[in-house]
């Protein structure tokens, strides 16, 4: 900002330009741009979380956040990180760096995550450590992302677009989780 007394030097129309400017990119930064609203307007389900650590696409980080969101299959559990025998209901989750230059553009965010839907579509039976679970004790599949609390780009949102299709026709929920 301007100091104390300082004056800003031009004609209105200047000025005016400069506020806009400034109005737009608030505009752009403010919560109706967040990424809770972006996902939620794909209609994602949206759980904001705080676990201490960030999505920093490293498998270690994964891990602690695989462990934070309380996998209960195992670690090396096939496709699935947990199930609910409530509901029935089995969840893959999947920690997504979205600054990633993998990621901020092209289709390979959708390729990734089509290729983690391909693989719950799939998913007939699988035992570790005396877990069991088979495609018939399943009655609802979600695949849930976690993300970063940042905004997401065009291309970002276009790709999730498709997937968000993609598993709605396979009968899989997308659900999101972002770290604050």
Partial sequence: GLAKGMEVVGNTKTVQKIKQGVSNTVGKILPSNSAKSQLQSLGIKVEEKRIGVQVDGTTIRGLEIDDALGNNLGRTFKTFDNFDETTKTATSVKSIDMDSKTYLSGSRLSSKLNKDLKAIENFTEY??????????????????????????????????????????????????????
């Avoid at 997401?152 to 989780?177: C, F, P």
Wanted: hydrophobic content about 35%; overall charge positive.
């Fill in 127 to 180: 035992s570790l450590k005396g877990t069991n679970l088979s495609r018939n004790d399943i009655e609802e599949r979600v695949l849930k992302i976690v993300i970063n609390n940042k905004p997401l780009n065009t291309s970002q949102m276009e790709n999730l677009k498709k997937v968000v299709t993609h598993a709605t026709e396979e009968g899989i929920r997308v659900e999101a989780v972002i770290l604050k």
